[in-house]
């Protein structure tokens, strides 16, 4: 059999995501609120597994997780200017306790910065305080005017992983930064997601940031998903929340601070980057299942196909994997295989009577649907390769699809078309000046993603190069794109 193919994946993306989140299901949207959902279990699997990963990865590098309050009183959140700037249209108010207006009004948080830095003036003192690096994983509220969109913009936030660290100097907020980049990297490579690290303009950064960097990525339509932020705050945010700590020689410092976030933008790009026109496609390390076995009942010998069924479940179990026997009556097995493979499940074990006769099963791998035959003996093993093989194949080709998205253009009138016929992200020369990188982006009708943060990703223009926007001399590359 051939590849499935990723035709409506491709060419009615947005179709194709209500359809699978609603069919696996994933996320129930018919919630009477605008901008929220409902995770339903095997979504909530899904992102159980990825929340595993998040976690794994930051308590590996020295991130404590903590919990604060879902409300922050007005007058915190407005302490540091430019950040309450930015998020005031954007906030829900608590104003009433039953009928009794409350006398300091409290916000629901839209991110937690003014939360949590009140209480890291308390909590840090001296030297030996520092550094400090703490995450949560809460629902963070924001009022979107824009069109919402399930898990991708929405006014409920249900999964904001954000992370706060803070530290004694620059240098080491610096080094926090690029541990943080880092970090999101693993993550995003365990969950086969493919990027690009680009580090914000400065009218696109984090309100209150010195510096974004950001994660994005292509989906299937061609337009960008940031997927996740690092943020060097510099000392911004300490001095309006006064977060000082004693040096040797006894004089005071405020902290230096960086701050990075992921949503469940991560889980949507993960469906869409992976997925085909059966459905979900699942790297293994996040797969609710990771291995269904389906009976092929032949009449008389149903107890004997469903006794092996079993006995392989268990020990497919007993090596570590997730495994699920399909034992529902009055279902083809077709349409059981409809059912696994909407799912993303990456191996399909089927075993019938002429199975047993021979001592094998037949393996059926999800990302290309290709069957083959293994004896019993092997199982284990070849079904521990099987899943290795996907994976590997998986980042491949969605890592494949990415490169084949990014493009260089010489001009605006280049670039315009790049985005108008085939979308993904389009490299041009840049002056580096805000006025023309604002007139850029209404002209070719994008938004400017930044420059890259890897230096070596990209080679800066030669000497005498012209800026695509303004014409005037170019000194750095600029990604330009379409995006969510
Ligand atoms: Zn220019």
């Known amino acids: 059999m051939t590849n499935p193919e990723r035709k409506s994946w491709s060419q009615d993306y947005s179709e194709w995501f209500h359809k699978v989140i609603a069919e696996v299901p994933i996320y129930d949207t018919r919630y009477p609120v605008k901008g929220t959902g409902v995770w339903m279990p095997f979504g909530y699997k899904i992102r159980r597994e990825v929340l595993r990963i998040i976690r794994d990865e930051l308590e590996k590098t020295g991130h404590e997780e903590v919990l604060f309050p879902l409300l922050i009183p007005d007058y915190l959140l407005s302490k540091e200017s430019e950040h309450i700037r930015n998020f005031e249209d954007?906030?829900?108010?608590?104003?009433?306790?039953?009928?009794?207006?409350?006398?300091?009004?409290?916000?629901?948080?839209?991110?937690s910065e003014t939360a949590m830095y009140p209480m890291f003036k308390l909590w840090i003192n001296a030297y030996s305080d520092l550094p400090l690096r703490i995450f949560q994983i809460v629902n963070v509220f924001r009022y979107e005017?824009?069109?919402?969109?399930?898990?991708?913009?929405?006014?409920?936030?249900?999964?904001?992983?954000?992370?706060?660290?803070?530290?004694?100097?620059?240098?080491?907020?610096?080094?926090q930064e690029r541990i943080g980049v880092e970090v999101y990297s693993k993550i995003f490579e365990r969950l086969k997601i493919p990027f690009l690290r680009t580090i914000r303009p400065d009218w696109d950064k984090f309100p209150g940031a010195e510096r974004s960097v950001a994660f994005d990525t292509v989906m299937p339509d061609g337009r960008v998903l940031q997927i996740g932020t690092v943020h060097f705050l510099g000392q911004g945010f300490a001095r309006a929340f006064d977060i000082k700590y004693m040096k040797s020689d006894g004089n005071y410092e405020y902290v230096w601070q960086t701050c990075y976030g992921i949503s469940e933008r991560a889980i949507a790009a993960l469906i869409s980057v992976h997925g085909d026109d059966h459905g979900l496609v699942l790297p293994s390390e996040v797969a609710p299942v990771q291995v269904v076995v389906i009976p092929i009942v032949y009449k008389g010998r149903e107890e004997e196909v469903l006794k092996r069924c079993?006995?392989?479940?268990?020990?497919l179990e007993r090596s570590g994997l997730r495994v699920s026997v399909d034992d529902r009556k009055d279902?083809?097995?077709?349409?059981?295989?409809?059912?696994?493979?909407?799912?993303?499940?990456p191996v399909r074990i089927e075993i019938g009577p002429r199975?047993?006769?021979?001592?094998?099963?037949?393996?059926?791998?999800?990302?290309?649907?290709?069957?083959?035959?293994v004896n019993m003996e092997m199982l284990v093993e070849e079904v521990r390769k099987l899943l290795d093989h996907i994976d590997e194949e998986l980042a491949?080709?969605?890592?494949?699809?990415?490169?084949?998205?990014?493009?260089?253009?010489?001009?605006?009138?280049?670039a315009?078309?790049?985005?108008?016929?085939?979308?993904?992200?389009?490299?041009?020369n840049w002056c580096g000046k805000t006025n023309c990188g604002e007139e850029l982006e209404k002209t070719i009708d994008a938004r400017i993603l930044g420059v890259p943060f890897d230096e070596h990703d990209i080679e800066n223009p030669p000497s005498g190069a012209k800026c695509a926007g303004c014409g005037g001399a170019a000194n750095k590359k600029i990604r330009v794109a379409r995006s969510y």
């Open 90 to 111: 954007e906030v829900y108010w608590v104003t009433h306790g039953g009928k009794t207006p409350l006398e300091v009004k409290l916000a629901l948080r839209p991110t």
């Open 145 to 175: 005017t824009k069109a919402t969109r399930p898990m991708i913009r929405v006014r409920e936030v249900s999964t904001f992983k954000e992370a706060h660290t803070a530290h004694a100097t620059r240098e080491e907020a610096e080094e």
């Open 310 to 315: 079993k006995e392989v479940s268990e020990i």
């Open 331 to 345: 279902i083809t097995p077709g349409n059981k295989y409809y059912t696994w493979e909407m799912k993303g499940t």
């Open 355 to 373: 199975d047993i006769d021979s001592n094998t099963a037949v393996l059926v791998r999800r990302d290309t649907l290709k069957k083959t035959p």
């Open 396 to 414: 491949k080709r969605s890592k494949e699809w990415m490169s084949s998205k990014v493009r260089g253009a010489e001009t605006i009138d280049q």
């Open 416 to 428: 315009k078309d790049e985005l108008d016929t085939r979308g993904g992200i389009v490299e041009l």
